[in-house]
């Protein structure tokens, strides 16, 4: 999905400089890592950065989740919302679990 020019910005700017703490799902879940690394015009562009940065830090990739069904281990999550507040509806995806070189 291509982002509209000046919105990239704006996305940037959101991520290096965040109004509230951010957190993964939970207050004890914070980053301990920059969250903002860039804009990439593709896909394997942005991963190629991600895989750079964990070189650096010596960490090597177990596994990928991909959306959609492809060659690895399907899952059907549950947790995609289509409704909030006190009756609260998720619809279903698939997702994929691969090994990285399988991602290549």
């Known amino acids: 999905m291509e982002v509209p020019a000046g919105k990239s910005t704006l996305f940037a700017d959101a991520l290096e400089n965040p109004y509230w703490d951010i957190y993964f799902g939970r207050k004890c879940c914070a ?24 070189q650096d830090k010596r960490l090597v990739e177990d ?3 991909v959306d959609g069904e492809h060659e690895g281990e399907t899952f059907i999550l549950n947790d995609v919302p289509i409704q909030f507040g006190d009756q609260k509806i998720y619809r279903e995806r698939r997702v994929t679990v691969i090994s990285p070189a399988d991602a290549n």
Do not use: H, Q
């Open 63 to 65: 596994f990928r989740v």
């Open 31 to 54: 980053p301990t890592d920059f969250i903002y690394r860039g804009c990439f015009n593709t896909e394997s562009a942005s991963i190629e950065k991600a895989l750079e940065i964990a």
